[in-house]
């Protein structure tokens, strides 16, 4: 059974630091893109940004680019998000989501984690 | 950047009913189209992916189509189950995308 566990979410201030993880368990972790999609507090789904299964290739949504960081690590089978300066808007449910192979779009879900940046 | 809507976004129905959602792209994404379903306070679910095919396991009342810049996610007979909000998403070109949803509650 496919499984993503996300973790590391919490409350921190404006202009702060987080840094989300990501467990994947039940399937070749190593051969799959990986995503993180967030959803605000009664809003509607925004992909954040994925990474390819090598590292090799990174795309990320124009709001996070210079703040955000996405990286894996596939000894481990985990997945990361460094989110520097973060911002009020930033507030919301952070999903970790694989893909569905050459499909860029995501098969299967973990639970969420949730951001909140306020002061 | 691809902007994705959605009509209605709301849709109230009842149990049986046939319903159909409509998901419209700024611009042509070849078919590269995915449906999800979201209950509240759960990670959505995958549902359909290439704007027709059906993931494994979801029930056959559900059927998508379409192409260009139009598509539309069909419940043929609506269950008690399939109250929940749906979400269509463009895979065409980055960034990706998804339509601000349609939430069908019951009548």
């Known amino acids: 059974e496919v499984q993503l566990v996300e973790s590391g979410g919490g409350l921190v201030q404006p202009g702060g630091s987080l840094r989300l993880s990501c467990a994947a368990s039940?399937?070749?972790?190593?051969?799959?893109?990986v995503n993180w999609v967030r959803q605000a507090p009664g809003k509607g789904l925004e992909w954040v940004a994925n990474?390819?299964?090598?590292?090799?290739?990174?795309h990320y949504v124009d709001s996070v680019k210079g703040r955000f960081t996405i990286s894996r690590d596939n000894a481990k089978k985990s997945l990361y998000l460094q989110m520097d300066s973060l911002r009020a808007e930033d507030t919301a449910v952070y999903y970790c989501?694989?893909?569905?192979?050459?499909?860029?779009?995501?098969?299967?879900w973990g639970q969420g984690t949730l951001v909140t940046v306020s002061s | 950047d691809i902007h994705m809507t959605q009509s209605p976004s709301t849709l109230s129905a009842s149990v049986g009913d046939r319903v159909i959602i409509t998901c419209r792209a700024s611009?042509?994404?070849?078919?590269?189209l995915a449906w999800f379903q979201q209950k509240p306070g759960k990670a959505p679910k995958f549902l359909i992916y290439?704007?027709?095919t059906l993931d494994s396991g979801v029930p056959s009342r559900f059927s998508g189509s379409g192409s260009g810049t139009e598509f539309t996610l069909t419940i043929s007979s609506l269950q008690p189950d399939d109250f929940a909000t749906y979400y269509c998403?463009?895979?065409?070109?980055?960034?990706?995308?998804f339509g601000p949803g349609t939430k069908v509650d019951i009548k």
């Open positions: 989501a694989r893909d569905r192979g050459i499909h860029r779009t995501f098969d299967n």
């Open positions: 039940g399937f070749s972790y190593n051969t799959y893109w």
């Open positions: 990474i390819k299964e090598d590292g090799s290739e990174i």
């Open positions: 611009q042509n994404i070849n078919g590269w």
């Open positions: 290439q704007a027709s």
């Open positions: 998403q463009q895979y065409n070109s980055y960034p990706l995308t």
